[in-house]
């Protein structure tokens, strides 16, 4: 379970292991995006990824978009939006099962995850997949 606040405190997001609540603390609207959303668009990037236990982690604001948010679900960094949540933006994978992740407030599209074996990526979710 993890617990976010948008950076202009806007938005407050909660995540369980299946589930993102985004409330919109302004208008009193509440996005809910699910693991029904997400997980299609993570098998649709690896198709090896339906043998695998997803569930989520984390979830962080954008620094600069306070629509956007970042995802861990297992070895996958998802992007999501507030205002468009029938399927994630974009979906990168990354080494390993994510433990955490942070977007630093310089970057615009850099997000650091640690791995539950003890690494740590930085992942740029601007540049183009290969």
């Not at 099962?97 to 630093?104: F, H, L, T, Y």
Request: hydrophobic share 50%.
């Amino acid at each position: 379970m993890s617990l976010a606040l948008s950076n202009d405190a806007s938005i407050l997001a909660t995540c369980s292991q299946s589930v993102v609540q985004l409330c919109d603390l302004v208008t009193g609207a509440l996005t809910v995006i699910d693991a029904n959303i997400v997980l299609p668009a993570i098998h649709a990037c690896e198709s090896s990824s339906r043998d695998q236990v997803l569930t989520f982690a984390k979830v962080v604001p954008h620094p600069y978009r306070r629509d956007r948010w970042f995802l861990a679900c297992g070895a996958y960094l998802v992007v999501l939006s507030a205002r468009k949540p029938q399927a994630p933006l974009k979906v990168v994978k990354v080494v390993d099962e994510m433990s955490a992740i942070a977007a630093p407030p310089t970057s615009k599209g850099v997000v650091v995850a640690a791995t539950v074996s003890g690494q740590l990526c930085i992942v740029d979710v601007e540049a183009d997949q290969r």
